[in-house]
Nanobody, 115 residues
């Protein structure tokens, strides 16, 4: 079983930056892919970015050029660097990973961007 714990959310002004972290309970080398999702009030959960074990990344069009996903297998952690934040980025951000045919989710961390 995999446990994922997010951290790094908070309140930031538009144009600011935050870095989210997702720490796994064990080795993430076998968790492939890993990704970040977000859910704003009244909206469906959507993919923000994901990264494969080989480091290939995919981003939602709305965050391309502003967000960067990365993984540090030695630290069992996945990161989401978010720059040039906009009010529409406000949401609960969730980390997720695929392992042995299951999708594991973290509890989420709130990101609020004020205008």
């Amino acid at each position: 079983q995999v446990q994922l714990v997010e951290s790094g959310g908070g309140l930031v002004q538009a144009g600011g930056s935050l870095r989210l972290s997702c720490a796994a309970s064990g080795s993430i080398a076998s968790i492939n892919p890993m990704g970040w999702y977000r859910q704003a009030p009244g909206k469906l959960r959507e993919l923000v970015a994901h990264i494969t074990g080989g480091g290939r990344t995919t981003y939602a069009d709305s965050v391309k050029g502003r967000f960067t996903i990365s993984r540090d297998n030695a630290k069992n952690t996945v990161y989401l660097q978010m720059n040039s934040l906009k009010p529409e980025d406000t949401a609960v951000y969730y980390c997720a990973g695929s392992f042995s045919g299951y999708i594991y989710w973290g509890q989420g961390t709130q990101v609020t961007v004020s205008s």
